[in-house]
């Protein structure tokens, strides 16, 4: 398939044709897009004013600037016990191009991929995007919204990638240590590439963010962790970034 062929078939996020008419009306409460509801604060407008003044205006890296990369490789050793590395982040431009890197590079056309329903819908237009085949699993509000493990083992067979996000876009939901790692095994015993979406794991009102890399899992699961800094006021300056290890395509690394 080609890339116009998958454009062709992809719809439009509902999120942004609730955008656009909102831009029509004038006296109108947003909820469609995450932004924040305070100001970005004063030390980070200085900071990019110094970086623009001081001519941070050339091409970087592609994989980003490597005191960036060293300073996420060391908050992801300190508040999510991943053994990052600067050689395994990589920065992106905001959250949407770490997910789509990811997913794009795991999975082939006719791959089926796991995602959660609700969930952010561009997990889905990105699944398309690449030629997979989307299988949605339930968060039911009866169980807390979390994933139920015995539906998504029924819908494993022959899948290649799950992608897990918590805390949830759009339910809030936190997943529980208990149900991280019962994913965790699950996508071992199927041979499944975990993607891990944890770009608000510091929007946690009830219960503790469990990051599935400090997670336990019986054998060592393939696994990638794209996140961002969304509950930050920044939006237009926002990075993103991936870390994970290597690997080939999802099907040449199937048990
Ligand atoms: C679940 C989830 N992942 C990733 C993103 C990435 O956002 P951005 O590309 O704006 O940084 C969002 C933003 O809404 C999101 O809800």
Redo the contacts with the bound molecule.
């Keep these: 398939m080609t890339a116009h062929e998958a454009l062709d078939g992809l719809g439009r996020s509902g999120i942004r044709e609730v955008m656009d008419l909102a831009a029509t009306l004038s006296d109108v409460v947003h909820l469609e897009i ?1 932004e924040p509801d305070f100001p970005t604060p004063p030390h980070v407008v200085e900071a990019a004013q110094r970086a623009l003044a001081s001519g941070a205006v050339k091409y970087t890296l592609s994989r980003g600037e490597p005191a960036l990369r060293d300073a996420l490789a060391e908050k992801l050793r300190r508040a999510n016990g991943i053994e990052a590395t600067a050689e395994s982040v990589v920065v992106t431009a ?4 770490a ?1 789509f890197g990811a997913l794009t590079a795991v999975t082939r056309p006719g791959d089926a991929v796991l995602l959660p329903d609700p969930g ?1 819908p ?1 997990f889905e237009l990105i699944a398309q995007l690449a030629g997979a085949v989307v299988r949605r699993y339930r968060l039911r509000p009866e169980l807390g919204f979390e994933p139920d493990l015995d539906e998504l083992d029924s819908l494993a067979g022959d899948a290649c990638v799950i992608v897990l ?1 918590s805390p949830s ?1 759009p339910t809030g939901a936190v997943s529980s240590r208990e149900t991280v790692e019962g994913v965790l095994e699950l996508a071992a015993r199927h041979g499944l590439v975990v993607l891990s ?1 944890e ?2 794991e510091q929007i946690v009102f009830e219960g503790e963010h469990v990051s599935r890399a400090s997670a336990t899992s019986p054998r060592e699961p393939r696994s990638s962790t ?1 996140s ?1 800094a ?1 509950r930050r006021p920044w ?1 237009p300056a ?1 990075p ?1 970034w991936d870390s994970g290890r290597r690997w080939p395509h999802s099907r040449d690394h199937r048990r």
């Design positions: 995450g905001g959250g949407t191009a997910v952010w561009a996000n876009n979406d770009v608000y794209p961002c969304c939006s926002r993103g």
